[in-house]
């Protein structure tokens, strides 16, 4: 999205966000589980970037705060996780204020003023000293980790502490989009819940909620046709240059395991600039066209291998990139590099 864009139109970040476009199974699930008494501690939401995984953990996590009894009348006659903006829970949750809610992310760094490449494993080790303190009213303890995709193996390891011996009450909420990836530990302690990507309705209703637009406006139109099913991608692509550039990365994408490599230049070119937000939506369609290769059902054990492993060089090569402000055009043929031999392993 355009400086401009941000300026017209404040976009709704996920804690903010009351509406849930398109993933009502999902949520149904969590209801009939928490209205069971027995939700399960742990819950690994994943699936695509930008589809709706923080604003459903945001959504179960304002529910339970606010009906901290799942076998209150309230709960039991619920018909989804939908909370009133007036909630004290909410209030407090959108105003980042909730003392029973931990949320892990990346955070500004001080000194730079940019966003950490991953979540800090400081950050982690809360974890264990927040689910080891006294709830609030409710007693219910929820944390949500967005992504669990941007944590170190350190901090996968000290989460494993609060997954093998959770407090009662507690509700882990971790966000990913490729959970294939993930860990086998913390895999097998949580219990899966896979998103699918959006219908294009939904992702012009989302689009139009988070920024105010007019769901048919041209713009609006074009970024959907682009956004493969992702509200996220659909906000960034109501920028001209990025649907450029995107076309230039699918492209590519379709020719491995054999891309141009005038072709490669020439995107190599495109993303040497300054810009901040170019480098990210190039690692936006690559990260999601790894995802696919992890998440696919008919993927072999040595195409996820490979992706696996892929993936985990080039996020690292790309924040080295970010943090030394590294020339960029090398990062793309690498980046390709490694694609063409995950592409191979079909």
Known sequence: MSDDDADDHEVLLPRENFALLGHE?????????????RIPHAWLIGGPPGIGKATLAYRLARFVLAHPDPKSPEVQS????????????????AAQAQG??????RVINEQTGKLYTVIRVDDVRRSVGFFGSTAGEGGWRIAIIDAIDDMQ?????????????????????????????????????????????????????????????????????????????????ALRFLDEKALALRQRVIDLLAQLPNPDPRALHALGDAIGGSEPQTLAAFMELVNSWLSEQINTVTSTNLRMSEAAQAWDKINRAARDVEIYNLERKPLVFSVFGLLSKTARAR
Do not use: F, Q, W
């Open 153 to 233: 193996r350190e901090g996968a390891n000290a989460l494993l502490k609060v997954l093998e011996e959770p407090p009662a009450r507690t509700l882990l909420l971790l966000i990913s989009h490729a959970p294939g990836r993930e860990l086998p530990t913390i895999r097998s302690r949580c219990r899966r819940l896979l998103l699918r990507p959006l219908s294009g309705e939904d992702v012009a209703s989302s689009v139009a909620h988070a920024t105010g637009r007019n769901a048919t406006d041209a713009d609006v139109t074009a970024a959907v046709v682009a956004a493969d099913g992702s509200a996220g991608r």
């Open 25 to 37: 199974d999902a949520e149904k699930m969590l209801l009939d589980s928490y209205k069971s008494g």
């Open 78 to 93: 619920a018909t989804s996780l939908a909370v009133s903006e007036d909630n004290l829970a909410a209030r407090r949750i």
């Open 100 to 105: 029973d809610l931990l949320v892990l992310e």
